[in-house]
């Protein structure tokens, strides 16, 4: 299809950013609260921000929040002041989001293959909803969505590589059996963005 019958780019207005942020940050934080509750680990910034939070009882989202501000000069530098600061109130979100769900939400039962499979799905498609509108969660996802926007390297890829090399680490502090299901998670997150997130197939900007 030649691209001039492509419809032009439609920029979303400062309500849809809004809404979703708001949208995105819930599904991420549901998520991770799913990770959590069955010991999960995940990727990126999270995943080191999980390893904290087993290893010393801290709270992740707060652990989480500290982990990124170097990141934000990164963010600043090369990807521009609109998609920094919606960077920082996405990453904000998500923390205070992950601190509020323990308050209304409890699990009797959740096993870990399907908090991998269902919270990797929904931390995915939360992220998709993310880049989709200029935002990251930080640390490692601007790095990956600049990646994408620089060179076109596929994110859900690249995110995958860097994914599975931190929750491998993950061996030294949590049962080979967690990293397995972290693993299964990784790939449920990173198949949303790489079928749905390629460079070129999204107009909106």
Known sequence: MSTSLLP?????TPFEDVQALLIGTLFISLGVVMFKHAGLLSGGTAGLAFLL??????GFGQVFFLLNLPFYWLARRKMGRAFTLKTVAAV????????????????????????????????GTGMLMLMRHRASLGGVGVLVFYLQESHGW???????????????????????????????????????????HRPGRYLAM
Do not use: C, M
Request: glycine share 10%; no cysteine; proline share 3%.
């Open 92 to 123: 904000a979100l998500l923390s205070v989001f992950t601190e509020l769900h323990p308050l209304v939400l409890r699990f009797e039962r959740l096993e870990p293959a399907y908090a991998a499979v269902l919270g990797g799905l929904v931390i």
């Open 53 to 58: 939070h087993y290893a010393g009882g801290w």
């Open 154 to 196: 596929r994110a859900g890829k690249v995110q995958l590589a860097i994914d599975g090399g931190i929750v491998a680490l993950a061996v030294l502090l949590v049962e080979p059996r967690q990293v397995l299901y972290s693993l299964l998670g990784a790939v449920a997150l990173n198949g949303v963005l790489a079928v749905n």
């Open 8 to 12: 032009a780019a439609d920029r979303h």
